[in-house]
């Protein structure tokens, strides 16, 4: 898997030049912020989880303010569930059942596919503003489980999650142009997951995420 997304971006990279009229590219690292939301009382949301999203992004304007804006990047996320109640995970290897008041820290990677709409202002001086909203399909590619409990450090937990996960997202931010087409960007980005995250059934879990946006247009 991990080296078919490898030759994805790979030729991505390549066959940009021959697609670029019309469209504005650009390259992205954005630290994120991410957390787990359960719609149960007997599971509680315990910590957040740091982690980062790289890749590519495509504005495709339609009008002198106004793009299609898709991409695709690699998502690092997650977060924390404490059980206060008996349950069980899912691991590759088998089911490991969990005792009460258990912490599960769940680390996740997406490849993340998000598509909205974004709205420019006319460039005023060097900077230019933007707001967007739309989105996001995430696919499951890795999944990393650790228990305060049950001696379960780092686990694959494949099983337990979600191949998709789908949220909506809303944004803006600011871009300075530094010579030609060329900018750079930054800005904030909340998604919110509207699919359960796990496999349990038992219950539904969602992921939240806050995207620092770091990156350079062309």
């Given amino acids: 898997m991990k080296k078919r997304i490898s030759l994805y971006f790979l030729l991505l990279f390549v066959t940009l030049p021959l697609f670029s009229q019309g469209f504005r590219f650009g390259i992205f690292a954005d630290p994120v912020i991410s957390w787990m939301n ?3 009382s007997s599971v509680d949301s315990k910590g957040n989880r740091l982690g980062f999203n790289i890749g590519l992004t495509v504005d495709k304007f339609f009008a002198k303010n106004y793009a299609f804006a898709t991409g695709l990047s690699m998502l690092n996320t997650g977060g924390s569930l404490f059980f206060e109640t008996p349950s069980s995970l899912k691991l590759n290897s088998g089911t490991k059942d969990l005792p009460m008041n258990t912490k599960v ?5 997406y490849l993340h596919i998000p598509l909205g ?32 409990s049950g001696g379960i450090d780092n686990e694959n937990i494949g099983k337990e999650i979600n191949l998709l996960n789908l949220a909506y997202h809303i944004g803006g931010g600011i ?3 530094i010579g030609g087409n060329t900018k750079l960007s930054a800005g904030l980005v909340y998604m919110n997951g509207f699919t359960d995250v796990t496999s349990r059934g038992a219950d539904k879990v969602i992921l939240n ?10």
């Fill in 175 to 177: 871009e300075y142009s």
């Fill in 117 to 148: 709409i974004k709205l420019c202002t006319n460039q005023i001086g060097y900077n230019t503003f933007y707001g967007q909203l739309g989105f996001n399909t995430m696919i499951n590619v890795k999944a990393r489980g650790t228990a305060s």
């Fill in 38 to 40: 359960p719609d149960v």
């Fill in 209 to 218: 995420n806050i995207l620092i946006k770091i990156g350079v247009m062309f």
């Fill in 105 to 109: 820290t769940y680390k996740l990677q």
